[in-house]
């Protein structure tokens, strides 16, 4: 089968290549000529793809990474995985009607197309399948099958494998559902058809909205334990001991990467468009997660205030500038604003993550520096925002002066946690 995977980003990319590992010819089509050329020549920018897996399906010739709308004449079976960001909390669907209007002029009949790109319920029949019709002058359900089967993309995740992760699938109409499955069914380990796309579009929100509300939980506690005189961490592990009823979150800087802060305001924008009411629960959580680095801040001025010192001038190292474990992904990253806010107060601030590349941290506009024992002796206070295994902890607690754990994974009478 001839497959297009338009987009090859971080979801893009792991699909392309499993698909092609299975014996499809697989077409990975992206409008960064950078993005393709990297991927021509073998590079692979995605951790979850090896550079050594590309090279293996590139020299098969099962995938073509390219930037040609031509090269996608012919295709049997297309899946959209384009960016789908807000913009002042609206979002922004031009990609998908982009990459709609691309594809509608190569659909013909008996192919499909699906949608992963994450969007708000009622997306792919009200906007992606009527560019396609009017583009392609075809009839979904009749002429071509549609439909949206959800990303669950866990960047660096050991634990859950691509392939292993279910995988929901949907179809305009019973056709259109048996195709996709079929096809998702030669990728995946297990398939979860739903009955329609809403389904399986309000889905993919509400696992996000789940852990982005459970961790505003956590973290507004975190703040309130504190002045009650109680250790939140020594709480969360006392109810995590109960088999039932309680899944553990722990707190944080704050919410970062490419779904939390921003799917789940899909979700609350719809609502507000089509009921006319506030999705609460949402509005909140998000309100309390974008007001956790201002915290960790505050935190910080206090810690170096009971030391005799002021934020201004202080020598300030910040560990782990991802938004999530081990990763190498800053995306929506609270790192960010915690250093912009430090910088805005006068503090010399100082960066530190080995799993980062420096031209990727030219947004922080602070120095990038290597973890060593010098500079965490050198800084009057360390802040560890994410604890990747290749900090070496002993290190940080023996020769830091202070230090804010925003983690729990330090100890010592050096050491303040979240």
Not at 10 to 36: C, K
Not at 247 to 252: A, L, Q
Not at 291 to 302: E, G, H, I, L
């Amino acid at each position: 089968m001839q497959v297009v995977v338009a987009g090859q980003g971080f979801v893009g990319l792991p699909l392309a290549v499993r698909a092609a590992e299975v014996g499809h010819r697989v077409i990975g089509y992206d409008v960064d000529t950078h993005r393709v050329q990297q991927l021509v020549v073998g590079h692979s920018y995605v951790e979850d793809v090896t550079s050594a897996r590309l090279c293996a399906v590139l020299g098969s010739g099962d995938y073509s990474p390219t930037t040609e709308a031509s090269s996608l004449a012919g295709f049997d079976f297309a899946v959209i995985t384009v960016p789908t960001p807000l913009r002042d909390g609206v979002p922004d669907l031009t990609c998908i009607e982009s990459c709609a209007r691309t594809l509608g002029e190569h659909l013909r009949p008996g192919a499909t197309v699906v949608l992963e790109s994450t969007t708000y319920p009622g997306c792919t029949e009200e906007l992606l399948v009527p560019i396609l019709e009017k583009t392609s002058g075809l009839r979904a359900g009749d002429d071509f099958s549609a439909g949206f089967s959800p990303e669950r993309i866990a960047p660096g995740n050991q634990r859950f494998s691509f392939d292993g992760t279910p995988k929901v699938v949907s179809g305009i109409g019973g056709t259109s559902l048996d195709v996709i499955k079929e096809f998702y069914d030669g990728i995946f380990q297990t398939t979860v058809p739903v009955s329609g796309p809403r389904v399986a579009e309000l889905a993919k929100l509400l696992e996000n909205t789940f852990r982005l509300v459970n961790i505003s939980l956590v973290n507004e506690l975190a703040t309130l334990a504190a002045p009650l005189g109680v250790n939140v961490w020594e709480a969360i592990d006392a109810a995590g001991t109960k088999p039932f009823g309680f899944t553990r979150f722990t707190p944080g800087p704050g919410a970062g990467g490419h779904c939390l802060p921003v799917d789940p305001l899909f979700l609350s924008w719809k609502i507000e468009q089509e009921l006319g009411v506030p999705f609460r629960f949402v509005d909140l959580a998000d309100d309390v997660n974008r007001r956790m680095p201002d915290y960790v801040v505050q935190r910080v001025v206090d810690g170096l205030g009971k030391r005799g010192l002021a934020v201004t001038r202080s020598r300030i190292l910040l560990l782990g500038l991802t938004y999530k474990y081990n990763a190498t992904d800053l995306r929506n990253s609270p790192s960010e604003r915690v250093a912009e806010l430090l910088t805005g107060l006068g503090a010399d601030v100082r960066s530190a993550d080995p799993n980062v590349r420096e031209c990727d941290t030219s947004k922080l506009n602070v120095p990038r520096v290597d973890a060593s024992p010098q500079e965490v002796a050198a800084a009057d206070a360390v802040v560890l925002l994410m604890d990747h295994t290749r900090f070496d902890l002993t290190m940080i607690e023996e020769n830091a002066s202070y230090v804010l754990d925003c983690r729990n994974r330090l100890s010592g009478a050096n050491v303040e946690t979240l």
